[in-house]
């Protein structure tokens, strides 16, 4: 059983450029999140989804586009890399609802130059 | 809106101490709080959650939360801190009307040997 993964672990980007950071879970649960991780600031959410088909924006949404064809892939988009993109992105999943218990992927580090 | 709030960036606390790492929140329903760990290069992992019930939350690891509605806290203890839980510490809430999960800025928690 292998919860959340995710890919790449690492990533350099130019500025301009675009890239998809996959997010894949084989637990069957609903919810699907993704983070970024900057430091001193804890977690921000970009994006969640309550199921195949459905997303919303989080707190940071600017920058990123989602899509969930599938219960199990989550993918995140950035269309035009900025500095400001620079940081460790994480990758959630919960089972019913936000009042469960959310299982974390391992993060990719994505740095923008 | 809900917010969260660590107030302490770092803790440090001698091994076999009592420790409390701080949390604070602000919801418009009824919350739901959560804490969750960080371990070098990892994603987060779940600790402990309240939703409803009682208010002393029992969690991983020996760790400890009592659900304050008054001082809307919910602060992380553990009776006799060990080396190995030093680690960075989230605190998250959420409510009942709303799907996000709002995470705090983190508190990083050194045990000293």
């Known amino acids: 059983n292998a919860g959340v993964t995710q890919t790449p672990k690492f990533r350099i980007l130019k500025i301009g450029q675009s890239m998809t950071l996959q997010c894949t879970q084989d637990m069957n649960h609903n919810y699907m999140y993704w983070y970024r991780q900057d430091p001193g600031m804890g977690l921000k959410l970009i994006y969640y989804?309550?199921?195949?088909?459905?997303?919303d924006k989080g707190e940071v949404p600017n920058g990123y586009n989602v899509s969930r064809s599938t219960t199990e892939d989550f993918p995140l988009r950035l269309e035009l890399a900025a500095p400001s993109q620079t940081s460790v992105y994480f990758c959630?999943?919960?089972?019913?609802?936000?009042?469960?218990?959310?299982?974390f992927g391992p993060g990719t580090r994505l740095t923008v130059l | 809106a809900q917010s969260v709030a660590q107030p302490e960036d770092q803790v440090n606390v001698a091994e076999g101490n009592p420790l409390t790492v701080k949390c604070t929140y602000s919801?418009?329903?009824?919350?739901?709080l959560f804490w969750y760990v960080q371990y070098p290069n990892r994603g987060l992992q779940f600790l402990l959650k309240y939703i409803t019930g009682d208010n002393l939350v029992k969690g991983s690891y020996g760790f400890e939360a009592e659900f304050n509605k008054s001082q809307t806290s919910f602060h992380l203890k553990k009776p006799s801190a060990l080396v190995s839980d030093s680690a960075l510490y989230f605190c998250?809430?959420?409510?009942?009307?709303?799907?996000?999960?709002?995470f705090g800025k983190g508190t990083r928690l050194h045990i000293l040997p």
């Open positions: 959630a999943s919960s089972g019913r609802d936000h009042t469960d218990t959310q299982y």
């Open positions: 989804s309550v199921g195949a088909g459905i997303t």
């Open positions: 998250a809430v959420s409510h009942d009307r709303d799907d996000k999960i709002i």
């Open positions: 919801v418009s329903g009824n919350p739901y």
